[in-house]
């Protein structure tokens, strides 16, 4: 799912003055310093302290949360969490109780990871414009996505637009199946691409004897911009992105809060609740979260 996340981030539309950014708000740690070797200097403990502070008069060209992000490989810019729980669960919080600067940013997506009812990271899906639920095309996992469909329910009535992105398996449902059994429809079908995955978490691709190995090697050394686009995760996570900053654009205006009516009160199913990425933009852009359900379906690849 955080593979996901920092892929949309990468492909969201161009526009001016329009700076992507994703941030890891998962209370249960993030894993982009470790992929990309980054230090904690900033983040999303800065973040959180300056969502505290009086919410300053923004210029048309400000994007606060460029303050607290690093760009790494590929360009994207990210605002990182620590990887222990404990040092990420009060500023998850944090945030939940001022999502206002997540939104000044433009054009946010926020991987929150798992969430329940009555969770920070509940809170900050009823923040958002629209929410993906990222889960494997598994029987299993796709059951334990339909047992949480009061939480998704939640969100529609709030007003929050949900659909599912299904990594593809050997098992092909339908998308009229899906939709029926989880409640919200299908917006995509992220395909198993191991080199657009290894691209978006900073990794090299090994050196071996086929030329498009060594092609794509070549392209990532020099980020060329033609070779990327043409894998298989970039072309199906842009037309994703494409998808949700149309909900984006179609959300009220201003840089607040969407207002949030009662918490997610869904009581919690026996399974694992779903994964979440936040996507949180201001005006005419759009909060994304992606979901992901159950264990081991938070992977875009």
Do not use: K
């Amino acid at each position: 799912m955080t593979t996901l996340a920092a892929a949309l981030a990468l492909c969201w539309p161009p526009s001016p003055l329009c700076v992507p950014v994703m941030v890891e708000a998962d209370a249960s740690g993030g894993d982009l310093r470790l992929w990309h070797r980054r230090g904690g200097e900033r983040g999303l403990g800065t973040l959180a302290a300056a969502s505290r502070r009086p919410r300053p008069a923004q210029g048309a060209g400000d994007n606060p949360l460029l303050e607290h992000a690093e760009e790494v490989a590929g360009g994207l810019h990210v605002v990182t969490a620590p990887s222990a729980p404990h040092q990420c669960t009060a500023a998850v919080e944090e945030l939940a109780q001022h999502p206002w600067l997540l939104r000044a940013g433009r054009a946010a997506v926020v991987d929150v990871g798992r969430i329940s009812p009555r969770s920070a990271g509940a809170r900050l899906l009823l923040c958002s414009d629209a929410v993906v639920v990222v889960v494997r095309e598994d029987p299993a996992q796709l059951a334990r996505l339909a047992a949480s469909s009061a939480v998704v329910s939640a969100l529609e009535e709030a007003g929050v637009p949900v659909g599912v992105a299904l990594v593809e398996g050997a098992r092909r449902f339908a998308d009229r199946e899906v939709a029926e059994q989880t409640q919200a429809p299908v917006w995509a079908r992220l395909p198993q691409d191991p080199a657009g995955a290894a691209f978006v978490r900073g990794e090299g691709v090994r050196a071996g004897s086929g030329v498009w190995t060594r092609l794509r090697e070549w392209a990532r050394e020099r980020r060329g911009e033609a070779e990327v686009e043409g894998l298989a995760l970039m072309r199906t996570v842009r037309d994703l992105a494409e998808r949700v900053e149309a909900y984006g654009r179609r959300a009220p205006s201003g840089t607040g809060a969407r207002p949030a009516p009662s918490p997610i009160e869904a009581p919690a199913p026996r399974y694992p609740q779903p994964t979440a990425t936040a996507v949180a933009p201001p005006p005419r852009t759009g909060s994304l979260a992606v979901t992901g359900a159950g264990a081991g379906a938070g992977r875009a690849a």
